[in-house]
């Protein structure tokens, strides 16, 4: 199944896009590949920005067990 593509125009400075196109040579994919594959990393690393419902998890039972320790440093 092919997925459906959109174009679309940006701009670059020269030498941002010829480390792009250099990638691209590199790897033996098409410069829209490396194009996606960035674009594609770059949501993906503000999507997980959020912290984990596990990392929450693990904190507030940390706090739990350390509660007597946080009163303490608090005061």
Partial sequence: MVAHRKKFSS??????????????????VPFQAVMEDAMREYVESREQSKVRPEVMFHLGASMERNR????LLAQ
């Fill in 11 to 28: 701009r670059a400075s020269p030498e941002l896009l010829e480390a792009v196109r250099e990638i691209a040579r590199k790897r033996g």
């Fill in 68 to 71: 007597r320790l946080l009163e």
